[in-house]
């Protein structure tokens, strides 16, 4: 006879080469099911140019794909092997992810990577967390910080990182002010993952984490 009682949550991790999902039994933390995403835009799911070293950008739709993947996967997985189990016995949903990885979205919260206009234009993907295009920007922002808020680095080791929001987004605007112009705010994938399972299409209203 099923326990009614057993409660469950998804994890969703979303790496820099795929993103999983791993479903536990609250009860007890048992693992019950796990699904990987292999991002499949890119070189092992990473933009990169031959003309530009730093670049590292991901395409959004990537994200979308691969959560409906992991989590249709793994409460499929779940439904065979826990007979207590089934979906509406999921109370929680977590999510984490690379950091900084800002992607440009339009005033609809949908990325401009999936409009036609940008499809296949990196500055308009997101900016993952190992793109240091934004090098230059950074030390910038380092000077200006010392300069005027020499406290604000004592919080983040003394140097702001050209794998930060602020640096990337003053690197889009300089390099592709045409994307710049068309996004109507910049999202963390952190926040974004978790906007778009909440039904949210209006970036202001998307929750900001303090990534």
Known sequence: MADTKQRYSIGLDYGTN???SVLVRLNDGAEIATRVFAYPTGTAGIVTDPREPHLARQHPRDYLDG???I???AIED???ADENFSPDRVVGIGVDTTGSTPLPVNAGNVPLAMLPRFASNP???AWLWKDHTGHAEAAEITA???DLRPEYL???GGTYSSEWFWSKILHLKRTSPDVF???ASFVECCDFVPAALCGITDPSRVLRSVC
């Open 67 to 69: 959560l409906d993947a």
């Open 154 to 156: 004592a919080k983040c």
């Open 78 to 80: 779940a439904s065979g």
């Open 144 to 146: 200006a910080a010392a």
């Open 71 to 73: 989590v249709r996967g």
């Open 18 to 20: 795929s993103c999983r």
């Open 181 to 183: 112009a068309a996004a």
């Open 123 to 125: 500055a308009a993907m």
